[in-house]
């Protein structure tokens, strides 16, 4: 049975080289550090996701790797050349897409094409039909002679993406590449970052969307106030989230405060309401359910559910950043940080 085409499927990272390494990466505005101090690797073919809230140092990490920003102090390793001092050298290899388009409004996508093309030094037999092959490749084949300020937000979104790969860069940058578009438009950008990497593309891209790095990347670096606080793969992540035991209890009439309550009674036991009338119990030991039916007997507090709770990504995520994934959202949507 073959695997449905409305599925995601993350392609298996090869075990190449790597393609870039940062030390020590630092950027200083004044007194305020931006980035301090950021280590990182990337292998050739992964994709790999800087995950965090506004303000975190996302966009000002990438800035550094592009040359659109210089770096204060540390290193950058690409294609096996130093490019501290100098990131615009390696522009050939690289390929950008900001969080906003920097597209032309005027011209057409066709020519939008050709133009950044030509900033490459690509011939113009060669860049109109490079322009004509990805305006097929991101369905933008009949909006390719439409002038680019009559593209919806999806569509400008992928043109900027057609845009950063016209010279088929090693390494491309994508910068909140689904933030501010509508759903069906953020789900045909996630599969086309996925055929760019099926193709040999390695990617760094920044994401507020948890569930957009889990779907997409090889590994993911959690960014919080210019530091990475965890880096990893999933199964690396998750790890740590698995050693706890959680139980969670759908219950008639629990009241606030239980938690509280449940905590005093059980020392052992952490308890967290998890909504209306929905209370989570962790522990790193196995939770022993007896005791606790019990103690919701005494109380007059009927139990309509308990099951175990798998760890996501989003519970690594709050447990090492102490950051409310809604929260996170919010920030980004009101344009905070």
């Known amino acids: 049975m073959g695997i449905p085409k409305n599925i995601l499927v993350k392609p298996k990272r090869s075990n190449a080289m790597n393609i870039l390494e940062c030390k020590n990466l630092t950027k200083k505005y004044g007194d305020f550090t931006a980035v301090d101090g950021v280590d990182f690797t990337i292998g050739e073919g992964e994709v790999f996701g800087l995950l ?7 966009t000002t990490t990438i800035n550094m790797l592009t040359g659109l ?21 390696a ?34 037999q060669r860049r109109e039909k490079r322009a004509k092959e990805l305006l097929e490749q991101f369905d933008l084949a009949n909006t390719g002679r439409k002038p680019f300020k009559s593209y919806s937000k999806g569509m400008k979104r992928k043109l900027t993406m057609a845009a950063g790969i016209i010279h088929e860069p090693k390494i491309l940058f994508l910068d909140e590449p689904t933030t501010g578009i509508d759903v069906a438009s953020a789900r045909q950008i996630r599969q086309l970052i996925l055929d760019l990497n099926k193709r040999g593309t390695t990617i760094l891209l920044t994401t507020h969307y948890i569930e957009e790095a889990e779907r997409l990347c090889h590994r993911i670096a959690f960014l919080v106030a210019g530091r990475i606080v965890r880096i990893g793969t999933m199964n690396e992540l998750m790890k740590e989230a698995q050693q706890e035991t959680i139980v969670q ?7 606030p405060g239980l938690d509280k309550v449940i905590s005093k009674e059980f020392t052992e036991l952490n308890a967290e309401m998890a909504g209306d009338n929905i209370i989570r119990i962790y522990s790193l030991v196995p939770i022993n359910l007896t005791p606790l039916m019990r103690f919701f007997d005494q109380n007059d507090v009927p139990v309509y559910e308990a099951k175990i709770i798998r760890p996501s990504l989003e519970d690594v995520f709050v447990k090492v950043t102490g950051i409310e994934i809604v929260k996170m959202k919010q920030d980004k949507e009101k344009g905070k940080g």
């Open 249 to 255: 209890f759908k219950l008639d009439n629990g009241g």
């Open 91 to 124: 522009q050939h290899l690289i390929g950008i897409v900001p969080d906003e388009s920097n597209l032309y409004e005027e011209l057409d996508g066709f020519h939008n094409l050709s133009f950044c093309a030509a900033l490459y030094g690509m011939p113009k």
């Open 69 to 89: 920003a210089n770096i204060t102090s540390g290193s950058v390793t690409m294609a096996g050349f130093d490019y501290s001092r100098g990131v615009k050298k």
């Open 52 to 58: 965090g809230p506004n303000g975190a140092g996302k």
